[in-house]
């Protein structure tokens, strides 16, 4: 009988649930490098660098700045573990306007990431034309495809969302763009529904400097043991922010679990 077992059979018995679900974990995520591979954004080449929070900027942080390391220690790509490092650390290293700056990092700061519940920071990437409509105002003002849009009305921009946000008034606008390694400037009047006639192109390794890496099937393996070793430091070394107000107030029921998947049905984020 059960009792009558070695004490590390018995052990076995009663941890067998967990042990199936981490076995399981690491098999998803060979599963998934195999499938998917691996692909990030190099933080420390993102051209534009980081568009911050309100939270970030209160400690030093500023638009635009680029990230490079904590501690001495270089970021890879932007992911929880270097949200971890920035929080643990105590001297955040950037480039500023071309200069290199440090931010000095407070010891609540994962709480008042936690307490705001906004997204630390974004990738910054340039506004390049896809394709620009006949006879719109973009066309009429001499607008072309591949052109950057860097500035409207002499303020620095950084996304569409920016661009289309900072356009609506006034209707006569000035546009600083760069076209083959020339920055030039051109007004136009957007229409009535403050449409300038332009599509942008997507976020791709066009615009940023994206890293790819393809699994064989067996390579996948070790690759995955890796990545779920590494999730699950993670997860462990960030239990101490569940025992304070802010952490405890994310621990949510569906509506949380749910609020991490996209819109729309991905395979990739499902297996994740």
């Known amino acids: 009988e059960f009792r009558s077992k070695p004490a590390w059979q018995r052990l076995l018995i009663m941890g067998g649930g967990v042990l199936v679900n981490f076995l399981l ?6 599963m998934i490098l195999f499938a998917w591979g691996d692909q990030y954004i190099k933080v420390q080449e993102a051209p534009l660098g980081m568009e911050f929070n309100e939270t970030a900027k209160a400690v030093g942080f500023q638009d635009g700045d680029i990230l490079l390391s904590a501690d001495g220690v270089p970021f890879e790509r932007y992911d929880g573990d270097m949200l971890s490092q920035i929080a643990d650390a105590r001297e955040v290293s950037v480039i500023r306007n071309g200069a290199k700056a440090s931010v000095y990092i407070p010891e ?14 974004s990738y910054r990437f340039p506004y390049v034309i896809d394709s620009v409509m ?24 950084s996304n569409e969302a920016t661009l289309l946000k900072d356009s609506i008034d006034p209707r006569l606008i000035t546009l600083t763009y ?3 390694g020339a920055t ?27 890293v790819k890496k ?5 390579e996948s393996f070790p690759a995955g043991v890796s990545l779920g070793v590494k999730t699950l430091k993670g997860y462990v070394g960030n239990m101490k922010y569940l025992f304070s107000k802010e952490g405890a107030k994310q621990l949510g029921g569906f509506g949380t679990i749910g609020s991490i998947f996209p819109a729309t049905w991905d395979w990739h984020q499902f297996w994740y």
């Not at 030039?184 to 994206?210: E, I, K």
């Open 214 to 218: 393809e699994y064989a099937f067996f």
């Open 108 to 121: 609540d700061l994962m709480q008042r990431l936690l307490a705001d519940s906004v997204r630390f920071a």
């Open 134 to 157: 006949v006879n719109s105002p973009a066309a009429q003002a001499g607008i072309q495809a591949g052109d950057s849009i860097i500035a409207l009305n002499g303020t620095p921009i």
């Open 178 to 180: 760069v076209r083959n």
């Open 25 to 30: 974990a690491l098999f998803i995520y060979s």
């Open 184 to 210: 030039d400037t051109l007004s136009m009047r957007v229409d009535s529904a403050y449409l300038m006639g332009v599509t942008a192109c997507l976020v791709t390794d066009r615009l940023l400097p994206m």
